[in-house]
Nanobody, 115 residues
Framework: HVQLVESGGGSVQAGGSLRLTCTLSEDDRGRYCIGWFRQFPGKPREEVAL???????RYADSVKGRFTISRDNAMRTVNLQMNNMKTEDTAVYYC??????????WGQGTQVTVS
C-alpha cells in the first residue's frame, strides 16, 4: 500500500509560517483522499485538513483562514501551508490516506513548535 512521509516541521514564532510536505511512496494517481492530522501531548489525534481526489478541501474550524492544503499529483505530494501560526498549533503533525487513517496506521509525523 502507499506509504507517506511527513517533512517540513520545525520551530517558528507566533504569527509566522511553516509549510509541511507529505510525500507518497508511489503514484496513487490522485485516487486517495489525503489528510493532515495533529496530536497534542496526551490528547487523541485530530483532523486538521483534508483534500479529496476531486480537490475538495475541508478544514478544522481552528485553522480555517490560516492553513491551506494542496496536492500535486505529479510530484506525489500534499502540502499544508500554515500561516499566522499560534502557540496552540504546537503539535506533532501527520499525514495519511483515508485507508491508512481508518486503519489507524500512522507514520512518524513531524514536530511543529510555535513560541
Amino acid at each position: 500500500h502507499v506509504q507517506l512521509v511527513e517533512s517540513g516541521g520545525g520551530s517558528v514564532q507566533a504569527g509566522g509560517s511553516l509549510r509541511l510536505t507529505c510525500t507518497l511512496s508511489e503514484d496513487d494517481r490522485g485516487r486517495y483522499c489525503i489528510g493532515w492530522f495533529r496530536q497534542f501531548p496526551g490528547k487523541p489525534r485530530e483532523e486538521v485538513a483534508l483534500i479529496d481526489n476531486d480537490y475538495t478541501t475541508r478544514y478544522a474550524d481552528s485553522v480555517k483562514g490560516r492553513f491551506t492544503i494542496s496536492r500535486d499529483n505529479a510530484m506525489r505530494t500534499v502540502n499544508l501551508q500554515m500561516n499566522n501560526m499560534k502557540t496552540e498549533d504546537t503539535a506533532v503533525y501527520y499525514c495519511a490516506t483515508r485507508p491508512l487513517w481508518q486503519a489507524n496506521y500512522w507514520g512518524q509525523g513531524t514536530q511543529v513548535t510555535v513560541s
